[in-house]
């Protein structure tokens, strides 16, 4: 229900994570295919398994985040290791930078040493997000036409 209404905050903004681009008028089916991602039996070609968790306050869905187990040769070059989204009416009160920190602790938890994440350059509450989490900008691609920015945080 509530993550009905999630939905329709973000309006036509581009969904992050890519789990909320699933048909989500189900929410039951939407879990197990999120988790047949997470636990290997039905991840998509070309993606590799990734755990989503939901961040909540009481029965409110206030954000979402995606954290990749490992690295393809495409993610690594424009992707990264984490994908992650605060409801539209939640944000600016540093659950943003919460959320990262928290996708960071469980991608040590998977094993993870050093996280690559990438942002549109233009995404400037993304990229100051990322730097107060550590990152430190390690280069800058040209992904389409769309500028990305690329960080590494060390987990270990
Ligand atoms: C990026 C996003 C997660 C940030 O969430 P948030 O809860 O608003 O961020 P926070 O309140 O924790 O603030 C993080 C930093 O961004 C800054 N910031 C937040 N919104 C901003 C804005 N609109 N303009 C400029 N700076 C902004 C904050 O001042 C803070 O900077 P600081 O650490 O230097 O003080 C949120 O804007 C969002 O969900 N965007 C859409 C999805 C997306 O872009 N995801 C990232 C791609 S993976």
Redesign the pocket.
Known sequence: MTLISYIAE?GS?????FPLDFDHRDFEAMLARIEGIRDGTKVPDGFVQSSTFWMVAGDVII?CTNIRHRLNAQIEHCG?H???????S???????????QLSLEQGRKLGIQTAH????TQ???????I???GGVFHSEINDNGSLVSRYLIELT
């Open positions: 973000l903004e581009e969904r992050y994570p954000g990264g984490i994908g992650l989204s605060i409801r539209p939640f944000r600016r009160q540093g659950l943003g930078i919460k959320l990262l994440i990438h942002c549109h995404n400037v509450a993304s990229r100051a997000m730097e107060t989490c």
